[in-house]
């Protein structure tokens, strides 16, 4: 099941390989000094999409799908280590697009 | 560098920098920044930095905000509506499957017919008649008194012609076999019975 979910998440990813194409957030500007919510969703949702596919289906199936580290394991056919260490790099990449909402963080929701 | 010491290696490289990676995930899945240990601490400085530390920290957290946010992602599958196309796909398999058998199958066997038993009511006898095997006992004992009458040495048993030896192994086999076919049938119909003289009847 799990195997089928990881094909639909990549079938997904192939159909809409931009997240600025699917509208969402397409007609949103947002000032420099604006730390919004959306602009933070925005924000992580082009940083996911930057990732590569490697890291990128790791990152969506753990905290888009919540799957545990065993399940993605299974799905991808990989050891346990390399999916955390695959789920590290991709949430180093996404934090470097979060960086600047890192100081603006209780605008956007409690980090402690 | 020590004899003893490993030589460090390209590989050996990758692997520790995977391990480093694995303990800084497992810090950054469970704790905040200010929640870790001065060991922790330690260990976050040296490989990465508070900022980045809260950065990832942010990503990770910014994606149960995110989820929780009504703006549906394109990658979320809902694992309860992968269930119904599931469903749909087991029962479509499964029909094929039968359309595809009944397809393969020849015409004859295609078609299953029931036939409408109606219950029949038989009269049967009801006496059990116990195999008088005396009368079998008493026409073989016969045949082989006739037999055993001769001399029965080697030479002569030779001289008891074939067809009288055969025919006396026939009639054993004919017996033997027609006694188990009609097993169960009426006195008055078994062939065995039948076939040799009745025994005298025993008054009681």
Sequence with gaps: MFTIASNMAKTELKRKSRFSDTGDFEAVTWSPDEYTKERFHYQLSKAIDNLDELHRSVFVLRYLNQLSLKEISEVKEIPIGTVKSRLFKATKEVGHELYEFRSKETNVFKLY | ?204
Aim: hydrophobic letters at 40%; a negative charge.
């Design chain 2, 1 to 204: 560098m020590s004899s003893g010491q490993k030589r460090p290696t390209y590989l050996n490289y990758i692997k520790m920098k995977e391990e480093i990676e694995i303990k800084l995930f497992d810090l950054l899945e469970s704790k905040d920044y200010h929640e870790l240990d001065s060991q922790e601490h330690q260990f976050v400085e040296m490989h990465s930095s508070k900022e980045e530390y809260e950065s990832q920290r942010m990503a990770i957290l910014g994606m149960k905000d995110y989820q929780e946010s009504s703006v549906p992602h394109p990658l979320v599958i809902d694992r309860k509506s992968l269930l119904l196309p599931l469903i749909w796909t087991s029962i479509s398999s499964a029909a094929a499957a039968i359309v595809l058998l009944l397809w393969l199958l020849p015409e004859s066997k295609r078609s299953i017919q029931i036939k409408w038993v109606t219950p029949e009511v038989r009269t049967v006898d009801t006496l059990v008649v116990e195999r008088v095997v005396r009368d079998t006992i008493v026409q073989f004992q016969e045949v082989k008194s006739k037999i055993a009458s001769r001399d029965l040495s080697p030479k002569a048993i030779e001289s008891i012609p074939q067809f009288e030896q055969d025919a006396f192994i026939a009639d054993a086999l004919k017996i033997q076999k027609l006694d188990l076919e009609n097993k169960g049938v009426s006195a008055t119909n078994d062939a065995v019975i039948q076939r040799f003289t009745p025994a005298p009847f025993i008054g009681m």
